[in-house]
């Protein structure tokens, strides 16, 4: 049975001064978006003026391994314990990442033409919450365009 809405979940860290650099290396992730705390912030035409970020800012699409054969499709279940058992993978990294005064989350964006139901089993909230991973989810009308994913 297809699925009535289509998603995308990444990895967000948020750090006071971390070197992205240092996450990708340990994480093994590309990340898509990613900045250094202290470094130059462009203008931008909704923001003026140029400046430093104040923040370190990391973002990486997550996914399957990419030995998965080509085609097969997961479930948004699926797709959140991969991201946990990521971080469970690097656990002293985390550990010192949020002594540090850091945090990570997993940014869910789903997108669905009409009303849609979203399963979860507990077995995945249970390793959602061993993790300390916080999840955000952004929700749009429309279904994305596969060439987007």
């Given at each position: 049975?297809?699925?009535?809405?289509?998603?995308?979940?990444?990895?967000?860290?948020?750090?006071?001064?971390?070197?992205?650099?240092?996450?990708?290396?340990t994480?093994?992730?590309?990340?898509?978006h990613?900045?250094k705390?202290?470094?130059d912030?462009?203008a931008?035409?909704?923001?003026s003026?140029?400046?430093?970020?104040r923040?370190?800012?990391?973002?990486?699409?997550?996914?399957p391994?990419?030995?998965?054969?080509?085609?097969?499709?997961?479930?948004?279940?699926?797709?959140?314990?991969f991201?946990?058992?990521?971080?469970?993978r690097?656990?002293?990294f985390?550990?010192?990442?949020?002594?540090?005064?850091?945090?990570?989350?997993?940014?869910?964006?789903i997108?669905?033409?009409?009303?849609?139901?979203?399963?979860?089993?507990?077995?995945?909230?249970?390793?959602?919450?061993?993790s300390?991973?916080?999840?955000s989810?952004?929700?749009?009308?429309?279904?994305?365009?596969?060439?987007?994913?």
């Open positions: 049975m297809a699925r009535e809405y289509d998603f995308a979940v990444s990895l967000k860290i948020r750090h006071p001064s971390i070197d992205p650099d240092e996450i990708t290396r994480l093994k992730l590309i990340p898509q990613a900045w705390a202290g470094a912030r462009p931008t035409a909704e923001r003026s140029a400046g430093t970020y923040e370190t800012l990391w973002i990486a699409p997550l996914g391994s990419p030995y998965a054969p080509q085609g097969l499709e997961f479930s948004l279940d699926e797709a959140l314990r991201g946990a058992l990521q971080v469970q690097s656990r002293p985390w550990n010192r990442l949020v002594a540090e005064g850091g945090s990570a989350e997993l940014l869910i964006e997108f669905g033409a009409e009303t849609f139901t979203l399963e979860l089993t507990p077995a995945t909230f249970a390793l959602l919450a061993r300390k991973l916080a999840i989810v952004q929700v749009h009308s429309g279904i994305r365009s596969r060439a987007v994913a």
